[in-house]
C-alpha cells in the first residue's frame, strides 16, 4: 500500500485548490498516474459517490449485520440462486430472500468448480444454460452483481495455453453478456491473487478483458484485498473508472475485516472517490459476531476519511 503523509501534493498546505487541482494532484499522490482533462472532468461530473458496505457471507448473519450498521448481504450463487436445483425449490429460497432483515444485493461463485470455463473440451450448452438461470433468478431475487470469481472454474491446467484460455474466458463472457443485460444484471470479473488461481490476477487484467467485450453486461470488480496480495495499487481503479461496479475488501495479512489488524485502505477508497463510484463494498473475509459493529465502523471512517 502507498504511504499517505503530509509531504504529499494531496496534503500539501497552501492556497485552497479548485476541483479540477484537488483531483490532478490526488490522482498524483495516489498512484502518479496523469489523467487527461475528459477523465478529470468525468470523475467529478460523477455527483454523489456512495459506498454502501455490505459482508459476504450467509442470509442468517442479516440481522447481527443490520444492528452492525451494513447495508446488505453479498451470498453465493449456489445458495440462493440454486442453479442445479429446480424452479420450486428456488421459490423457497427467495422467500427466504424476501424475508431477510437486509436486501441482497450481489452474489459471489458464479460458476462451480467442477463446470469448466478454461479446459481442453469446455460444455459450452451446459454453461450457457447456467448463466442463463443464474441471471434470471437474480433477478427475481432484486439481486443486480454476480461475480466471477470462481477459481477453480477458470484456473488454467497444467500445460494449457494461457492465450487459449483468455480466448475461451472471454468468449463465454462475451456470450453470456447480452443475457446478463436482458435480466437487468451485471457481471463482474475478479482478480484473484495468485495463491487463489493462475488467471486474472490483476484488476488491469479483469478490465482489459470486459473492455474487449465492450458490453454493459460484463464489468470489473476490484477487490481490495486481492490488489494489495498482488501489490496491484489503487491506480488500477483509476484506469477502469466507470467500469468498476462491485467492491470487496479485507484486512491482507490473513483476510480478516477491517479493524481486526491497522490496514489504512484509503489509498484505495481515495481512487473510488475520484472515479465517483457508487455501489457496494463487501467484507470478503474471516470474521466474528462480535467485529461487525467495529468493522463498519472503520470502514465507515476511511471512506470519509479519504
Given at each position: 500500500?502507498?504511504?499517505?503523509?503530509?509531504?504529499?501534493?494531496?496534503?500539501?498546505?497552501g492556497?485552497?485548490?479548485?476541483?479540477?487541482?484537488f483531483?490532478?494532484t490526488?490522482?498524483?499522490g495516489?498512484?502518479?498516474l496523469?489523467l487527461?482533462?475528459?477523465?478529470?472532468?468525468d470523475?467529478?461530473?460523477?455527483?454523489?459517490?456512495k459506498?454502501?458496505?455490505?459482508?459476504?457471507?450467509?442470509?442468517?448473519?442479516?440481522?447481527?449485520?443490520?444492528?452492525?450498521?451494513?447495508?446488505?448481504?453479498?451470498?453465493n450463487?449456489?445458495?440462493?440462486?440454486?442453479?442445479?436445483a429446480?424452479?420450486?425449490?428456488?421459490?423457497?429460497?427467495?422467500?427466504?430472500?424476501?424475508?431477510?432483515?437486509?436486501?441482497?444485493?450481489a452474489?459471489?461463485?458464479?460458476?462451480?468448480?467442477?463446470?469448466?470455463?478454461?479446459?481442453?473440451e469446455?460444455?459450452?450448452?451446459a454453461?450457457?444454460?447456467?448463466a442463463?438461470?443464474?441471471?434470471?433468478?437474480?433477478?427475481?431475487?432484486?439481486?443486480?452483481r454476480?461475480?466471477?470469481?470462481?477459481?477453480g472454474?477458470?484456473?488454467?491446467?497444467?500445460?494449457f495455453?494461457?492465450?487459449?484460455?483468455k480466448?475461451?474466458?472471454?468468449?463465454?463472457?462475451?456470450?453470456?453478456?447480452?443475457?446478463?443485460?436482458?435480466h437487468?444484471?451485471?457481471?463482474?470479473?475478479e482478480?484473484?491473487?495468485?495463491?487463489?488461481?493462475?488467471?486474472?490476477?490483476?484488476?488491469?487484467?479483469a478490465?482489459?478483458?470486459?473492455?474487449?467485450?465492450?458490453?454493459?453486461?460484463?464489468?470489473?470488480?476490484?477487490?481490495?484485498?486481492?490488489?494489495?496480495?498482488?501489490?496491484?495499487?489503487?491506480?488500477?481503479?483509476?484506469?477502469?473508472?466507470?467500469?468498476?461496479?462491485?467492491?470487496?475488501?479485507?484486512?491482507?495479512?490473513?483476510?480478516?475485516?477491517?479493524?481486526?489488524?491497522?490496514?489504512?485502505f484509503?489509498?484505495?477508497?481515495?481512487a473510488l472517490?475520484?472515479?465517483?463510484?457508487?455501489?457496494?463494498?463487501?467484507?470478503?473475509g474471516?470474521?466474528?459476531?462480535?467485529?461487525?459493529?467495529?468493522?463498519c465502523?472503520?470502514?465507515?471512517?476511511?471512506?470519509?476519511?479519504?
Amino acid at each position: 500500500m502507498l504511504p499517505m503523509n503530509t509531504r504529499s501534493p494531496v496534503f500539501a498546505s497552501g492556497p485552497a485548490l479548485n476541483r479540477r487541482q484537488f483531483l490532478t494532484t490526488s490522482m498524483a499522490g495516489i498512484g502518479g498516474l496523469e489523467l487527461g482533462d475528459r477523465l478529470i472532468a468525468d470523475a467529478f461530473a460523477a455527483e454523489g459517490f456512495k459506498i454502501e458496505p455490505g459482508v459476504c457471507t450467509s442470509l442468517k448473519k442479516a440481522a447481527v449485520l443490520k444492528a452492525a450498521g451494513f447495508q446488505f448481504v453479498e451470498e453465493n450463487v449456489s445458495s440462493v440462486l440454486a442453479p442445479k436445483a429446480g424452479d420450486e425449490e428456488f421459490e423457497k429460497k427467495l422467500a427466504e430472500v424476501k424475508a431477510a432483515p437486509l436486501p441482497v444485493r450481489a452474489c459471489t461463485g458464479f460458476v462451480p468448480g467442477d463446470l469448466k470455463v478454461v479446459w481442453p473440451e469446455v460444455p459450452v450448452d451446459a454453461l450457457m444454460k447456467h448463466a442463463e438461470t443464474v441471471f434470471r433468478r437474480a433477478a427475481k431475487a432484486g439481486i443486480g452483481r454476480i461475480v466471477f470469481g470462481s477459481g477453480g472454474a477458470r484456473r488454467i491446467p497444467d500445460g494449457f495455453d494461457a492465450a487459449k484460455a483468455k480466448e475461451q474466458f472471454t468468449d463465454y463472457c462475451r456470450r453470456i453478456a447480452p443475457i446478463a443485460r436482458a435480466h437487468k444484471v451485471i457481471l463482474v470479473i475478479e482478480s484473484l491473487n495468485k495463491a487463489e488461481c493462475n488467471f486474472i490476477n490483476r484488476v488491469d487484467e479483469a478490465l482489459a478483458i470486459a473492455g474487449a467485450i465492450n458490453h454493459p453486461g460484463v464489468q470489473a470488480h476490484a477487490d481490495i484485498y486481492h490488489m494489495m496480495r498482488e501489490d496491484e495499487g489503487p491506480e488500477s481503479i483509476l484506469k477502469a473508472g466507470a467500469k468498476v461496479k462491485h467492491c470487496h475488501i479485507a484486512e491482507k495479512a490473513k483476510r480478516t475485516a477491517p479493524g481486526v489488524g491497522d490496514d489504512d485502505f484509503r489509498a484505495y477508497l481515495k481512487a473510488l472517490k475520484a472515479i465517483g463510484y457508487r455501489g457496494g463494498l463487501s467484507i470478503e473475509g474471516k470474521w466474528k459476531d462480535d467485529q461487525p459493529p467495529k468493522a463498519c465502523s472503520v470502514l465507515k471512517e476511511q471512506i470519509q476519511s479519504a
